[in-house]
């Protein structure tokens, strides 16, 4: 992912699930890899849930101020995918400020593509850091609207 351009597109072509029903991480994490696979972007949807369990077995990816950003690295996938996914109530997601996560970003790339990976979750990351940002994802309904407020910072 070399420029705001790449981002914009991995971004629209994500799936997006505006009202999430986990109630735990697991159950979150679960759902998103779920959306991920209907849409045909995971060849094999369990061990795309075990890469990002293994990964969340290691270090919680719950971030701060309700953002979280669940990720693994799968020899099953040739490139990365992501789905956005919104709990306006939050869970706990074990996130570093302890308070409870309501925006999730889970991230499933290729072993081999590692770079595409940490610039996608960096992109996330900083355009996630913005209250007004995060604040507007909260509204949205569309995958594209998700887009448009991500490129806007």
């Given at each position: 992912m070399d420029?705001?351009?790449d981002f914009?597109r991995?971004?629209?072509n994500s799936?997006?699930?505006?009202?999430?029903?986990?109630?735990?991480?697991?159950a979150?994490?679960?759902?998103?890899?779920?959306?991920?696979?209907?849409?045909?972007k995971?060849p094999?949807?369990d061990?795309?849930?075990?890469?990002v369990?293994?990964?969340e077995?290691?270090?919680?990816?719950?971030?701060?101020?309700?953002?979280?950003l669940?990720?693994?690295?799968?020899?099953t996938?040739p490139?990365?995918?992501?789905?956005?996914?919104?709990?306006?109530?939050?869970?706990?997601f074990?996130?570093?400020?302890?308070?409870?996560?309501?925006?999730f970003?889970?991230?499933?790339?290729?072993?081999?593509r590692?770079?595409?990976?940490?610039?996608?979750?960096?992109?996330?990351?900083?355009?996630l850091?913005?209250?007004?940002?995060?604040?507007k994802?909260?509204?949205?309904?569309r995958?594209?609207?998700v887009a448009?407020?991500?490129?806007?910072?």
């Amino acid at each position: 992912m070399d420029d705001q351009a790449d981002f914009e597109r991995e971004v629209r072509n994500s799936t997006f699930v505006p009202h999430l029903e986990g109630n735990t991480k697991e159950a979150v994490i679960a759902e998103l890899i779920d959306t991920l696979a209907r849409a045909g972007k995971l060849p094999d949807r369990d061990e795309a849930y075990r890469a990002v369990m293994e990964r969340e077995a290691t270090m919680s990816t719950g971030l701060e101020n309700g953002v979280a950003l669940p990720h693994g690295k799968s020899n099953t996938v040739p490139r990365l995918v992501a789905a956005f996914g919104l709990k306006r109530e939050g869970i706990d997601f074990k996130a570093l400020d302890g308070k409870p996560s309501n925006i999730f970003v889970l991230v499933v790339s290729a072993v081999t593509r590692a770079n595409e990976h940490l610039q996608f979750l960096a992109a996330v990351g900083r355009a996630l850091s913005c209250p007004a940002v995060r604040e507007k994802l909260l509204e949205t309904k569309r995958i594209d609207d998700v887009a448009d407020v991500l490129i806007e910072t």
